[in-house]
């Protein structure tokens, strides 16, 4: 009876554990942050080549994207490599901003690392507060020359944040159409570029879907288009995703200029020799 009685107990014991973990499972939000959209990135652009990853999550602070990036620019004779990341308030507005970026030179001869860029923002005031450590490594084993200061970019609502030579951040387009402005066809948004210290103003506007086919398949799918609107000279650049059942997710799938058949940034992981636009 006693052994019988204390299994009882412990048996009591766990299911009145285990509801407790369920009530506060249920009366506290979760704080783990949840995947909207992740891939990995080819850009095939003239001599240029590189590659990206992204990830987009919904925090419980807010949003969060982090990218990436490795770049090859041949014919100016240099490769380099970006880290960022991103944080976005619950109305998608940039928080706090943070990125490194390592260039060096292509030749051999050249191996050692001649630049890098450590970079913090922080929104305050209307302003992007940005605060910089640049170390240039004249020799691989020379001291590191070390400069700092601050600088701020004024901002507006909607604004977005492009880091130099990266495609990726354009992967936040349709998030802030779906969850801000799901009805607005066209919307003029300030972009800032946080390395170089610059922002200037682009055009985005809805166009109609398109079939995008994968060129080792041969199969083809619909793709929603949102076009980035660059100046009267420039052709736009279509930004290509595609709708999934959660309104508020959706796969980025890649960008191509308006009018060309071949997009020049594509998902490597769901396109592994890139797509081509029909065009009528």
């Known amino acids: 009876m006693q052994m019988r009685a204390a299994a009882i107990g412990i048996v009591t014991t766990s299911a009145l554990l285990l509801l407790g973990y369920f009530l506060l499972s249920q009366a506290q939000p979760s704080t783990l942050p949840t995947f909207v959209d992740r891939g990995f990135l080819s850009v095939q652009r003239g001599s240029a080549q590189a590659e990206e990853a992204y990830t987009i999550l919904r925090t419980p ?6 990218l990436s990036t490795r770049l090859i620019a041949r014919d100016k004779g240099f490769e380099s490599r970006t880290q960022g990341v991103l944080e976005l308030s619950p109305d998608l507005q940039p928080v706090r901003y943070r990125a ?3 260039a060096q030179a292509l030749a051999a001869e050249d191996r050692e690392v001649w630049e890098i860029n450590l970079l913090w923002g922080e929104v305050a005031d209307g302003q992007l507060r940005l605060g910089e450590e640049d170390l240039v490594l004249a ?4 001291p590191a020359k070390t400069f700092s200061g ?4 004024p901002v507006r609502a909607p604004w977005v944040v492009v880091e130099m030579d990266t495609f990726s951040p354009l992967g936040l387009v349709p998030l802030g159409l779906l969850y801000a402005s799901p009805s607005l066809e066209e919307q003029t948004v300030l972009v800032v570029m946080p390395l170089p210290r610059r922002s200037f103003e682009r055009t985005l506007r809805r166009a109609d879907p398109v079939q995008i086919v994968d ?3 041969g199969e083809a799918q619909q793709a929603e288009r949102v076009l980035w609107v660059r100046s009267q000279e420039a ?20 960008v191509a200029v308006s009018g060309e058949d071949r997009a020049f940034v594509y998902r490597k992981d769901l396109f592994p020799q890139g797509f081509v ?3 009528e």
């Open 235 to 254: 052709p736009p650049l279509e930004i290509l995703f595609r709708f999934q059942s959660d309104p508020l997710r959706y796969t980025f799938l890649g």
């Open 150 to 153: 601050t600088d701020a970019i």
């Open 139 to 142: 020799e691989p084993d020379a």
């Open 215 to 217: 060129s080792a398949t």
């Open 277 to 279: 636009v029909e065009r």
């Open 100 to 102: 490194s970026r390592v």
């Open 61 to 66: 602070a807010g949003w969060e994207f982090s």
